[in-house]
């Protein structure tokens, strides 16, 4: 077994949660989810309108937020809905999940051979809430949580990275936080800088640093929302930009808010 290959989780939260009021509304529709969300009602009822679908679930449904999404949510109960959900992203290097893109969906409780999915839901839900050993046991059925509901959701493959630019994707995945120059990943890809960077933004859609910068920014996003102790200032400088005047910037570009707006939502 390589195991440079195993999925690495880059963030992790499971929890449960419960809303306050019999009718909430999530408006996340100008700004695109950064990590995927596994969730299970407990009690109420939900409509969300996105991107890749539209869903109306009740009490014991159970669907798939994926990474990228952006979407309207509606959460209705009495006295207030009552949820469980697991937020997660893998490092970019050893991403399953990366060439494949999923949409917004239910999620059906299906066998997996051991547990149920709703059985792997619950133990992680309870085990991530105490110390010690149990989270071991936590991270082993959140594996068996992804090997059962992705196999299972609904996909389509994305087009593959061009072998031409490849290495400088990696690169820029790897090391977004570091300086980075078009001229470092042409030699890197053995191209000229003009053939580099028309290569590049034919393949991947944009320009090599407005790439860097939106994997800098998805993974800043992440930052704000795990750590709210950490400044803004702190942020920035972690995912390597030059100052936080241009990080808010940058930030503002790809997201459509500011960094401390996007810390102040709730994501749950």
Not at 2 to 9: A, L
Request: glycine content about 6%; proline content about 6%.
């Amino acid at each position: 077994m390589d195991m440079h290959n195993i999925p690495v989780p880059l963030y992790f939260k499971a929890e449960k949660y419960h809303r306050q009021s019999k009718l909430e509304i999530d408006d996340f529709s100008k700004l695109p989810r950064p990590f995927y969300t596994i969730c299970r009602i407990h009690d109420g009822t939900l409509f969300m309108d996105g991107k890749t679908g539209t869903l109306r679930l009740k009490s014991g449904d159970m669907f798939l937020l994926p990474m990228g999404e952006t979407y309207v949510a509606q959460w209705r109960g009495n006295p207030g809905a009552v949820f469980s959900s697991i937020h997660f992203t893998f490092a970019p290097q050893n991403d399953p999940l990366r060439f494949r893109t999923y949409p917004l969906q239910q999620i059906e409780c299906v066998d997996t051979g051991k547990e149920n999915i709703e059985d792997l839901f619950s133990g992680i839900i309870q085990h991530c809430a105490k110390n010690g050993f149990e989270v071991f046991d936590a991270v082993a059925k959140f594996y068996a949580l992804c090997h059962a509901v992705f196999t299972a959701a609904d996909f389509e493959m994305a087009r593959p990275i061009d072998e031409s630019v490849r290495a400088a994707v990696t690169y820029i995945e790897q090391n977004f936080n570091r300086p980075i120059t078009v001229g470092m990943l042409a030699k890197l890809c053995n191209f000229s800088e003009s053939r580099f960077y028309y290569l590049f933004k034919h393949n991947m859609g944009m320009p090599p640093m407005e790439y860097k910068n939106k994997i800098a920014v998805r993974r800043s996003m992440q930052y704000l929302i795990e750590n709210p102790a950490v400044t803004i200032e702190e942020v920035s400088a972690k995912c390597g930009f030059c100052n936080s005047s241009y990080f808010r910037k940058v930030f503002f570009h790809v997201t459509g808010t500011t960094p401390s707006a996007c810390r102040r939502l709730s994501w749950d």
